[in-house]
């Protein structure tokens, strides 16, 4: 259990980004008997929900309760407080009675454990997987010019804009591969005005995998003085035989550990990954604060309570996925805008390319895009580098790929433009 004084989601900027998307600009609610929050009222009912909502990851706070005076027919609902936070309450809770709801499972690695990241690595991973994740760190650094860059502290602007224009295409091309509506893609704009002031105040990063000066992963990540929370991770799935994903985990870890910080915060979803790397899983709270001698407040408290109960039962059903399947479905125009896919055939025959009906082509232009995951398996598979490489074309269907040893036909059978 830990006290944190400078939780990112309760910063000022955090507090007046959200409210000006989500209570248009108007000021958040303070109480005397709460310390670290802010609230806005149901508009229809005596509810009072955190400035923040569900779009933090991680909450904390003091209740004073011998300051409460009176809190009548009012219920307080406060979102994700992990329950690794020690939540100090000084002197009683007064009238008010606390309801915690169970609703999301959370992972944490305790970095004070571990001296660097071999350590780490030795005492999370067996000698085969650690053997593996090597071949795929040496695979990317020597088929590709790769840079990892991590931003906290300072970027600049038309970095970060470029950042959060792929970030966005990235995540969009993941969730299509995937059929699913990602609900983080309709606030985009919302993070896009977060982050850049928290990068520059140290309550938020980027890591950044570039290829060829190209975004082809990127991580977005909140902060405390010693708690380092993930939040938003997309890498290009043309470069899922190299695993790009897990080795920018590895490599963020390693930083973090450097940098000294004591908790790497997975938050919340669970992933095999999460698991095998964890020390630690808890759980995400609902807090639902109401007076029980009320009427109202009681009534509004359970009915919080039961709502939020049977919305844990089905994640845990996965009736969540279903629906955002369902969402994807019903918006084709936005969800399947820019779609593509390739059906293609590698083809045994390994001779030159005819000079007579050969065109050189340059691969890297935005025309050729379709045949990134094609180079970049072969490249894997042959431990060629990019620079090494020539395509050439023959007709419209036919394309060879040429490294220093090896040569590989393709025959583009069908080509799914969006």
Known sequence: MMIEENNPFTSQTFVNTWLKYYNESRSGLKFDFFEGLEFIKNKGLPLYSNVGSDMTNGLFYTLYGDKVKKPG???????????????????????????????????????????????????????????????????????????????????????????????????????????????????????????????HAKEASLMVVYENSEPIGISLHFHTDTIFIGAITVYDIDYYKFSVGKIMIIKLIEWCLEKKFEVFDFSKGHFDYKEKLSDITYVFDYHILYY??????????????????????????????????????????????????????????????????????????????FLKIIINNFLYIHREHINDIAVFRQGTRLYQIRGKREIQWVAIEKEIRG
Do not use: C
């Open 73 to 199: 027919n009012r219920v307080f609902l406060v979102h994700d407080v992990p329950s690794y936070f020690a939540i100090p309450e000084f002197g009683k809770r007064g009238s008010l009675q606390l309801k915690k709801i169970n609703q999301y499972r959370g992972y944490m690695i305790d970095l004070t454990k571990y001296k660097d990241i071999d350590g780490f690595l030795a005492e999370k991973l067996p000698a085969k997987e650690r053997s593996k994740y090597r071949r795929r760190l040496s695979g990317l650094t020597s088929s590709f010019d790769v840079d990892f860059t991590l931003y906290h502290g300072s970027i600049e602007r038309d970095t970060y804009d470029m950042v959060f224009d792929t970030f966005k295409a990235l995540l969009k091309k993941r969730y299509l591969s995937k059929k699913i509506d990602y609900h983080v893609l309709k606030k985009w704009n919302y993070y896009r005005d977060l982050v850049y002031p928290m990068i």
């Open 292 to 369: 029980p001698k009320n009427l109202v407040s009681n009534a509004i408290a359970t009915g919080l309570g039961w709502y939020y109960r049977l919305k844990q039962y089905l994640r845990v059903k996965n009736v969540n996925l279903l629906y955002r399947r369902v969402l994807f479905l019903l918006h084709p125009g936005e969800n399947h805008k820019g779609k593509s896919g390739l059906v293609y055939r590698i083809m045994d025959d390994k001779s030159e390319v005819s000079t007579k009906d050969a065109v050189s082509i340059d691969f890297r232009k935005r025309e050729f895009g």
